[in-house]
C-alpha cells in the first residue's frame, strides 16, 4: 500500500510538473505572440511612411512633366502661329488638306 501511494504521489507530482511547463510554455507563447504582433505594427508604420515619401516623390516627378510638357506645348504653338502669320495662304491650304483627310478616315465613304 505504501508503494501505491508513493506512485500516486510520484504521478501527482510529474503531472504538477507537466502543467507547469505548459503553463511556462503558454506563457513564453503569449510574450512571442505580442513581440510578433509589435513588430508587424512597427512594419505596418514603416511601410505607410515609405508608400507615402515614394508617393510624394512621384507626385513631383508628375508635376515637373506636366510643366516640361505645357512648355513644349507653349513653345509649339508660337512656332505655329509664327508660321501661320508669315504664311496665311500655305497654312490656310494645310489645313483645308487635314480636314479633308479627317473628314476620310472619321466619316468613311458612302
Known amino acids: 500500500m505504501a508503494k501505491e501511494m508513493?506512485?500516486?504521489?510520484?504521478?501527482?507530482?510529474?503531472?504538477?510538473?507537466?502543467?507547469?511547463?505548459?503553463?511556462?510554455?503558454?506563457?513564453?507563447?503569449?510574450?512571442?505572440?505580442?513581440?510578433?504582433?509589435?513588430?508587424a505594427k512597427v512594419l505596418g508604420r514603416d511601410l505607410k511612411n515609405e508608400g507615402r515619401k515614394q508617393l510624394s516623390a512621384a507626385e513631383e516627378r508628375a508635376k515637373e512633366a506636366l510643366e516640361q510638357a505645357k512648355e513644349k506645348g507653349r513653345d509649339q504653338f508660337e512656332v505655329i502661329s509664327a508660321f501661320v502669320q508669315n504664311n496665311p495662304g500655305q497654312s490656310l491650304a494645310i489645313a483645308f488638306v487635314g480636314g479633308i483627310i479627317a473628314s476620310m478616315l472619321l466619316g468613311g465613304r458612302r
Do not use: F, G, H, W
Open 6 to 39: 508513493m506512485k500516486d504521489t510520484t504521478n501527482s507530482i510529474r503531472k504538477a510538473a507537466d502543467v507547469s511547463v505548459i503553463r511556462e510554455d503558454l506563457n513564453t507563447l503569449r510574450d512571442d505572440a505580442q513581440v510578433v504582433l509589435d513588430d
